[in-house]
């Protein structure tokens, strides 16, 4: 069984201010993980990705996450958050099965206070 | 990264009407499908496009209502057939890249509102 879940649906913070997304999964197989975003009326962009390299893993526009086996966690962090990081944050992950098949999670929205 | 194209962007449909929309791929994708998001909620998996035979369809989705076509190995179509409000919804486009195929990308999406 597979299976994400994101443990806020929505997160505000000031700008300025850390940001921190919660990710949790489960998978049968060795998982590859991923967050996206995506900005109102527009459609997904990849943030970045974790596919059995390196543990951290940074993305676009000062993104980064942390894979933890040990916690099945893949928290997405920011340090200081921009008025332009508003936006729906879906954590996705996909096994490494013969059927690579592909869970998301219920979306985080994010809101950022100036 | 892949590059993914979407057409309509948006469109509003009166009810008992088909549209059909457009998805071109470049040439690093492997799999394409077809998701739609309804509003304010993440995204449901119609189906995998297959090229040049049907589409394999998800539980809760049939061929008679979301037919899919797969032409060749960049282009992709997804028609909603006689629409209800109901169907009102963001319709992606994606495939799959990266270096073991494990990577989607996603189109801008298709808007969609049936009165």
């Known amino acids: 069984a597979q299976s994400v879940t994101q443990l806020d649906s929505h997160v505000s913070v000031s700008e300025g201010t850390p940001v921190l997304l919660r990710c949790n999964y489960s998978?049968?197989?060795?998982?590859?993980l991923f967050w996206y975003v995506q900005h109102p009326n527009k459609g997904l962009q990849l943030l970045l990705k974790?596919?059995?390299?390196?543990?951290l893993v940074k993305g676009i526009n000062g993104f980064e996450a942390e894979f933890k086996k040990s916690e099945t966690s893949f928290h997405l962090t920011k340090p200081s958050a921009h008025m332009s990081d508003a936006a729906e944050y879906f954590c996705?992950?996909?096994?490494?099965?013969?059927?690579?098949?592909?869970?998301f999670g219920t979306g985080t929205k994010l809101q950022v206070i100036p | 990264s892949a590059v993914i194209s979407q057409k309509p962007s948006r469109d509003i449909c009166q009810r008992g009407t088909s549209l059909t929309i457009q998805c071109q791929v470049d040439?690093?994708?492997?799999?394409m499908f077809w998701y739609r998001q309804q509003p304010g909620q993440s995204l449901t998996l119609i189906a995998t496009?297959?090229?040049?035979?049907?589409?394999?369809?998800e539980s809760g989705f049939v061929i008679d209502k979301f037919p899919i076509s797969r032409p060749n190995l960049t282009f992709s179509t997804l028609t909603v057939s006689n629409m209800s409000p109901e169907d009102s919804s963001i319709y992606l486009c994606?495939?799959?890249?990266?270096?073991?195929?494990?990577?989607?990308?996603f189109g801008p999406g298709t808007r969609l509102l049936v009165l």
């Open positions: 496009a297959n090229q040049g035979s049907e589409a394999t369809y």
């Open positions: 994606s495939g799959r890249a990266g270096t073991r195929g494990e990577t989607q990308y």
């Open positions: 996705v992950v996909t096994n490494s099965g013969g059927y690579q098949k592909v869970t």
């Open positions: 974790y596919t059995s390299a390196a543990t």
């Open positions: 040439s690093q994708v492997t799999m």
């Open positions: 998978s049968s197989y060795s998982p590859s």
